[in-house]
């Protein structure tokens, strides 16, 4: 019996944990949360393309790329890509969010997700942290907007590299890309 | 002859200024670990900019102090922007740590994260405990649990 109990436990531990959208992988429907508090589905935001993205108030380094996010915002929604701005930090409020995009000119809206379901359905562990998926609902990028925090030494522009691939139905140069980022301060849970 | 004999002496050690960030890339980190065969040694991956990291490294220059004649040592490596050096050498001069401490130089930084932990997604603080053989063990990503480190260490002494 406790040998049962001890499998099960390890077992809803690992599932806790377990990413589930993997590059490559089939990204099923999800929620996230207005800043009312209002449920949203992945499935009434999505567009041919969307573009999922981690973000925070706090972070210095997702604050870096406020900026950024707004021009990608820009030149691509007339391309008919989906934006979703996810802020899955249980240190920010929602009142904090709403706060902050409103002072740095967020133009698009900016979602909560109350104990990061998503960010761990994703397995999404930094700020910013981006995710994009095609029409078919394949994940097909998953990693950083650039390669660099400093806006002016930026490189390779790897979230636009990969759009630009979608949209011209060639494949995405790199699939997976790393960055530093803070952390996504995720609600403790018993495992 | 003695005042020769320690003129050369100091000029046979590495010219480390204390409370100066030394470049490190990732040929240069794989050479630190090397250097550092006989020690545990956790590798303490940090910026100005991330606020954890600020708070847990005064926690890392105690676990040092306290450990290290046991033969444990901490070696931190910022990630800052070559921009915030000077923000990053005055925040280790604050608490006066021992030894040659590191600034991350990579020309990519997707590949020097790969480098040191494929694992690793970047996220910052990130420490990394090595045994004394010079294998990696451990890692703890985000905010750490200091005494489930200092347990970490222990097992390994």
Request: hydrophobic share 45%; aromatic share 10%.
């Amino acid at each position: 019996m406790r040998k049962t109990l001890a499998i099960a436990f390890a077992l809803s531990a690992a599932m806790l944990s377990a990413q589930e959208f993997k590059a490559g992988s089939q990204v099923s429907d999800f929620q996230v949360r207005d800043l009312d508090g209002k449920a949203v589905s992945f499935s009434a935001l999505k567009g041919p393309i969307t573009v999922v993205t981690f973000i925070a108030t706090q972070c210095p380094v997702s604050n870096s790329y406020n900026q950024r996010m707004i021009e990608l915002y820009k030149d691509y929604t007339p391309k008919n890509v989906k934006f979703i701005f996810v802020n899955a930090n249980r240190s920010e409020p929602a009142n904090e969010v709403r706060e902050h995009a409103k002072r740095v000119g967020f133009s698009f809206p900016v979602y909560k997700d109350p104990d990061n379901v998503v960010a761990d359905r994703f397995d999404a562990q930094v700020t910013p942290e981006s995710y994009v998926i095609d029409s078919s609902g394949i994940l097909r990028y998953h990693g950083s907007i650039d390669d660099e925090m400093n806006a002016s030494r930026v490189r390779t522009q790897r979230l636009r590299l990969a759009l630009d691939a979608l949209l011209a139905g060639k494949p995405v140069p790199a699939m997976e890309t790393k960055a530093f980022g803070c952390t996504i301060k995720r609600v403790h849970r018993v495992s | 002859m003695m005042m020769k004999r320690a003129i050369a002496f100091a000029f046979c050690l590495p010219l480390f200024a204390a409370g100066t960030l030394e470049p490190v890339n990732e040929a240069g980190f794989q050479k630190l670990v090397l250097s550092h065969k006989g020690k545990v040694v956790v590798y303490d991956f940090w910026a100005t900019w991330c606020a954890p990291c600020r708070a847990e490294f005064p926690q890392l220059v105690k676990l040092q102090a306290r450990l290290r004649s046991q033969g444990v040592k901490v070696v931190t490596i910022s990630a800052d922007e070559p921009e915030q050096k000077a923000a990053a050498e005055a925040f280790i001069q604050k608490f006066g740590v021992q030894g040659p401490a590191y600034l991350k130089k990579a020309d990519d930084d997707d590949h020097f994260i790969n480098a040191i932990d494929p694992k690793w997604s970047g996220a910052l603080p990130a420490l990394f405990l090595y045994d004394k053989s010079g294998h990696k063990v451990r890692s703890f990503i985000g905010e750490t649990d200091m005494a489930a480190l200092e347990a970490a260490i222990r097992k390994l002494l």
